[in-house]
């Protein structure tokens, strides 16, 4: 059974940092390229943050040079560091293998980490 706990959301102000932490099992983590998602009020989730099972990293554009993705295999685990983090950060962030994990016919998702940017 597939499990995606994510933790280290908060609330935080413009110019801060936070660090996420994913922690997954029921997948073969260490061959899945793994990524963090994020979903504002209103707006569709995307793709943030991709790593694949040799490091190699992507990034959406909006968060080149601020956000870091790594992953352990070892512990199972992906994090995203943010800093420099911006009121247009706010969101849910969700990580998922890339593409998502399916669960019979739909995508399988975590609870999820709630990331708040005050102004």
């Known amino acids: 059974q597939v499990q995606l706990v994510e933790s280290g959301g908060g609330l935080v102000q413009a110019g801060g940092s936070l660090r996420l932490s994913c922690a997954a099992s029921?997948?073969?983590?260490?061959?899945?390229?793994m990524g963090w998602y994020r979903q504002a009020p209103g707006k569709q989730r995307e793709l943030v943050a991709a790593?694949?099972?040799?490091?190699?990293?992507n990034y959406v554009d909006s968060v080149k040079g601020r956000f870091t993705i790594s992953r352990d295999n070892a512990k199972n685990t992906v994090y995203l560091q943010m800093n420099s983090l911006k009121p247009e950060d706010t969101a849910v962030y969700y990580c998922?293998?890339?593409?998502?994990?399916?669960?019979?016919?739909?995508?399988?998702w975590g609870q999820g980490t709630q990331v708040t940017v005050s102004s």
């Open positions: 790593i694949t099972s040799g490091g190699s990293r």
């Open positions: 998922n293998t890339v593409p998502p994990f399916r669960a019979g016919s739909e995508n399988y």
């Open positions: 029921g997948v073969i983590f260490s061959i899945n390229p």
